[in-house]
Each structure stands twice: as structure tokens, then as C-alpha cells.
């Protein structure tokens, strides 16, 4: 029995420095790049929120006080099914699940808040999360999106 393989109708993926400065350049690109699925404007605002908080977490916790790079994958599926991976390289997570709990942050000296991962389980219909110490993190954030054209 063979395994369907799905195929994205369109994808983008980007690298860049782990500065806090591209976490902005992150959300208008993924916003750019979903502005062909004609999102409706909450809907786009939620997923540039996930993307945010997975940006965040990739350059302040994966690279703590180093620098590294970023992945930002996004592929567009049939059905308006949306995929964004977010991968960092930096020293990974020791225990995920603690780590997405609400309220844990290992950078509480920073006010950190500790909600990243809630807010993109919040936003987003599935979040998956695949760390190996030393070796960094991926983040893959999962929804369909509706269509923006509303009847009036």
C-alpha cells in the first residue's frame, strides 16, 4: 500500500542572522507570502503572532548570547492548508514538554513571559516541537486558512 505523498501548491523558504531586528522581517514575509490565499485580516494578524513568538524563541532562547542562523519554511497546500517551519541550530531544548508549559522561560532575567509556545498553540490549529540538545530546534506551525472574501 503506497503513501500518498501531499505536494505543496507554492512554498518559500528563507534564512537569516538570529537578530532580533529579522523577527520583524520574519512577520512580513510570512504575511507577504499568505497575501495570495487572500487571508482574512485576524486570521493573518494570529499567524504573524505565531510566527513571531517561534522567531523569538529560535533567537533569544536556540542562540542564547550567540549568534547563528534562522530557517523560515512556508508551503502552501490544497485546501488552503498552511505549513511554517521555524529551525534554529543553537543548544536545544532539555525538555520540551516543561518548556511548553505557560509561564516557564529559562530567560527569566530578561522578562521573559514564558507564553510563546502558548500563544502559537492559541493561533495555530497544530504546533509540533522537535529539540535535541546541542543541536537546536524545529517549530512546525499548522492551520487552514479560511478564505478572506466575505458575503455582505
Not at 4 to 11: D, G, L
Not at 14 to 30: D, K
Not at 68 to 76: A, D, E, F, P, W
Request: some cysteine; hydrophobic content about 35%.
Amino acid at each position: 500500500m503506497s503513501r500518498q505523498v501531499r505536494r505543496p501548491i507554492n512554498e518559500m523558504k528563507l534564512t537569516f542572522p538570529a537578530y532580533s531586528e529579522n523577527e520583524r522581517f520574519a512577520r512580513i514575509a510570512v504575511s507577504g507570502f499568505l497575501s495570495q490565499l487572500d487571508p482574512c485580516i485576524d486570521e493573518l494578524s494570529d499567524i504573524k503572532t505565531a510566527v513571531s513568538e517561534g522567531v523569538t524563541n529560535a533567537i533569544v532562547h536556540g542562540y542564547r548570547n550567540t549568534t547563528g542562523t534562522v530557517l523560515l519554511q512556508v508551503k502552501i497546500f490544497p485546501e488552503r492548508r498552511i505549513y511554517i517551519k521555524i529551525q534554529d541550530k543553537g543548544c536545544g531544548i532539555e525538555n520540551v514538554e516543561q518548556a511548553m508549559q505557560p509561564l516557564f522561560t529559562t530567560a527569566p532575567e530578561e522578562d521573559r513571559a514564558g507564553l510563546g509556545f502558548a500563544i502559537m498553540e492559541t493561533f495555530m490549529e497544530k504546533v509540533r516541537v522537535k529539540s535535541t540538545r546541542g543541536k537546536g530546534t524545529t517549530v512546525i506551525l499548522e492551520r487552514t486558512v479560511s478564505s478572506g472574501k466575505r458575503e455582505l
